[in-house]
């Protein structure tokens, strides 16, 4: 009991600090005039009250967070957040249920990219500026901001990064401060996602459009301002910059700090994940635009080129945005982009799914393991970037992976069960626990997920959350051992 009192006091901080994220919309609401304003401030008073009033009925229980208290409080934050923000959606949006708001912002906070609304070119410009930020603020974690400002109000952060943050190892860090490690990570963050905001308005967007879709590539949450995407602006400049944004957000941000602190792009090498990663989307755009061409999609080679690179950037780094409908190419196509959003994403990267690090490591241990059957004594450590890995690694990477394919096949006979075809129920899965937008079949980047019924809804929020929050993180609080003292 005195465990959840904890998380709750600590909750109710974070709640506070969430409620400063209203001031954003507000201030588009009044720069609109689009008549969304009271509706946020109230939004904000609430969320603070509620806030203010669980720390306040908990204040005895203040105290350092344990490893425990960590996946307890992740696992609530990522939960309660979501809650809070379907406030202004609720308010403003007529005939909205709550699962569908629900819906909305989880898929917001999870950066996956999946909607339920349509008319999205009509919504006030405050909602649109409040769903991306939901994508902005959920890319790099607002756990990692609460590692920054927790301590602040005495309340540690360690256990916080330990368990949000995505990959397998999870103890290397920038600096020696926890702390300095979060606010360097959200410098770098902000500082490229003013780049963006800045390329996509060069390249034709007004402001508008260019913040709300930097948001978007940079968290990889592909929310859009328009029903039709980036379809809507039919313009390869702007493609072509956020083709490059959301390269850099799959990539690990760690990586980012380093050649921006030691002013060398050499360090881009010896990211073995992120030359990885760029090695295969690359290889993967010239191999589908070929295929589309081939097969008669485009009449050209480098019309092809143009949608199958910007397409399979999007859905392979988890963003999710779209240019075209790749429901309808040859079905090899969007499932191969749909593999790629398993696999492709670094590790401290935005995105979601296996990650590549856990790739590598899969692919060496596979290696490993024929040798050993050719030389049983043998002594082959794994080494990755000229750094062994420990077993102890491999095997955590065996049971995660072990557990999201069972995790995907649970959910997608959940979603079959429920009378959803399998194509759209797989896809739909994939897509969630990948945290990558959108599906194929009657969740394709044409339709949204405002087809589902209210059972596949929770079905689907449930694989958004276990893919953010890595699936450890969500099942171990299942578990016997988990709550025993």
Same mark, same amino acid.
Request: glycine share 8%; charged share 10%; net charge negative.
């Given at each position: 009991m005195q465990r959840a009192l904890t998380v709750i006091h600590a909750l109710g901080l974070m709640l506070v600090v969430f409620s400063i994220t209203y001031l954003m919309p507000i201030a588009a609401s009044?720069?609109?005039?689009?008549?969304?304003?009271?509706?946020?401030?109230?939004?904000?008073?609430?969320?603070?009250?509620?806030?203010?009033?669980?720390?306040l009925l908990?204040?005895?229980?203040?105290?350092?967070?344990s490893i425990r208290h960590g996946y307890l409080l992740v696992v609530a934050m990522w939960t309660a957040m979501p809650a809070v923000a379907t406030l202004p959606l609720l308010l403003v949006i007529d005939g909205l249920s709550f699962t569908d708001a629900y819906f909305e912002t989880m898929s917001g906070l999870t950066t996956t990219g999946a909607t339920i609304l349509t008319?999205?070119?009509?919504?006030?410009?405050?909602?649109?500026?409040?769903?991306?930020?939901?994508?902005?603020?959920?890319?790099?974690?607002?756990?990692?901001?609460a590692v920054a400002i927790l301590p602040l109000l005495g309340v540690g952060g360690r256990q916080l990064f330990k368990a949000e943050t995505p990959g397998p190892m999870k103890d290397s860090a920038l600096t020696p401060r926890i702390t300095e490690t979060a606010r360097n990570l959200w410098l770098v963050y902000l500082g490229i996602t003013l780049a963006c905001i800045a390329s996509l308005k060069l390249a034709g967007m007004n402001w508008l459009d260019a913040i709300c879709h930097a948001f978007a590539a940079m968290g990889l949450g592909g929310f859009s301002t328009h029903d039709a995407s980036v379809g809507y602006f039919n313009s390869p400049a702007?493609?072509?910059?956020?083709? !490059?944004?959301? /390269? /850099?957000?799959?990539?690990?941000f760690a990586t980012h700090f380093l050649v921006w602190r030691k002013k060398s792009l050499k360090l881009y090498l010896h990211d073995t994940e992120g030359v990885a990663t760029?090695?295969?989307?690359?290889?993967?755009?010239?191999g589908i635009a070929v295929f589309l061409w081939w097969k008669g999609v485009y009449p050209d080679?480098?019309?092809?080129?143009?949608?199958?690179?910007?397409?399979? !950037?999007? /859905?392979?780094?988890?963003?999710?945005?779209?240019?075209?409908?790749?429901?309808?190419?040859? !079905?090899?196509?969007?499932?191969w982009m749909l593999f790629l959003s398993c696999i492709t994403a670094s590790s401290g990267s935005t995105g979601g799914g296996i990650k590549m690090i856990r790739t590598i490591i899969l692919f060496k241990q596979a290696g490993r393991e024929f040798l050993k059957l050719l030389h049983p004594s043998a002594v082959n450590p794994?080494?990755?970037?000229?750094?062994?890995?420990?077993?102890?690694?491999?095997?955590?990477?065996?049971?995660?992976?072990?557990?999201?394919?069972?995790?995907?096949?649970? /959910?997608?006979?959940?979603?079959?069960?429920?009378?959803?075809?399998?194509?759209?129920?797989?896809?739909?899965?994939?897509?969630?626990?990948?945290?990558?937008?959108?599906?194929?079949?009657?969740?394709?980047?044409?339709?949204?997920?405002?087809?589902?019924?209210?059972?596949?809804?929770w079905v689907c929020i449930l694989a958004m959350l276990l893919g953010r929050l890595e699936i450890f993180t969500v099942l171990i609080l299942f578990t016997p051992h988990f709550w025993k003292r």
């Open positions: 009044l720069v609109y005039n689009d008549g969304t304003m009271i509706d946020f401030v109230l939004a904000m008073l609430w969320t603070a009250a509620f806030g203010i009033l669980m720390w908990t204040r005895r229980y203040k105290g350092e967070l008319g999205l070119d009509h919504l006030p410009p405050a909602i649109n500026i409040w769903r991306h930020e939901l994508n902005w603020i959920g890319g790099l974690g607002i756990i990692v901001l702007i493609e072509m910059v956020l083709i !490059v944004f959301m /390269l /850099l957000a799959a990539m690990n760029v090695a295969l989307v690359l290889a993967s755009c010239a080679f480098w019309t092809a080129l143009r949608y199958a690179s910007f397409n399979l !950037v999007s /859905l392979a780094t988890d963003c999710g945005l779209a240019s075209a409908d790749f429901n309808q190419w040859p !079905v090899f196509a969007p499932l794994m080494k990755i970037g000229g750094q062994v890995i420990p077993n102890n690694i491999v095997f955590s990477v065996l049971g995660f992976v072990f557990l999201y394919f069972m995790s995907v096949v649970t /959910l997608t006979f959940a979603l079959v069960i429920s009378g959803l075809d399998f194509l759209s129920s797989f896809s739909a899965v994939i897509a969630c626990i990948n945290n990558a937008g959108p599906g194929l079949g009657v969740v394709g980047p044409a339709s949204n997920f405002g087809v589902l019924t209210d059972f596949q809804t």
